[in-house]
Nanobody
C-alpha cells in the first residue's frame, strides 16, 4: 500500500487544517486507516481511525471533539479535519494501513 499525506502547514492557535491521505495499491473496501502523529522528542501516538467500508471511527481523547476523520471512496482518500488547533498538536502526522506508512506531513501550531 502506498500512502501520501498532504495538507500540513503552519497555523496559529485556534485555526484549522485539513490533512489528506491518498492510498493506492489497496481496494478501498474493508480495512482500517489510522492517523498517527509524532511530536519532537516524543513517541508516535495514535490520533484517529476510520474503518473503510463501515461508519466506524475512533479518536484519541486528546483530539476528540476537535478532529474529524472522513473518507472519499471515489478518491481513495481519507481526510483528517482539525479544528481549534493548539501548540500541543504540533507534530508530523502520518497515515497507516496495515504495516505501511506514509512519509508524513508537518503540522506546526504557533503564534
Amino acid at each position: 500500500v502506498q500512502l501520501v499525506e498532504s495538507g500540513g502547514g503552519l497555523v496559529q492557535p485556534g485555526e484549522s487544517l485539513r490533512l489528506a491521505c491518498a492510498a493506492s495499491g489497496v481496494t478501498f473496501r474493508s480495512f482500517a486507516l489510522k492517523w498517527y502523529r509524532q511530536a519532537p522528542g516524543k513517541q508516535r501516538e495514535w490520533v484517529a481511525t476510520i474503518v473503510i467500508g463501515s461508519s466506524n471511527v475512533a479518536y484519541a481523547n486528546s483530539v476528540k471533539g476537535r478532529f474529524t476523520i472522513s473518507r472519499d471512496n471515489a478518491k481513495n482518500t481519507v481526510y483528517l479535519q482539525m479544528y481549534n488547533l493548539q501548540p500541543e498538536d504540533t507534530a508530523v502526522y502520518y497515515c497507516n494501513v496495515f504495516d505501511d506508512w506514509g512519509h508524513g506531513t508537518q503540522v506546526t501550531v504557533s503564534s
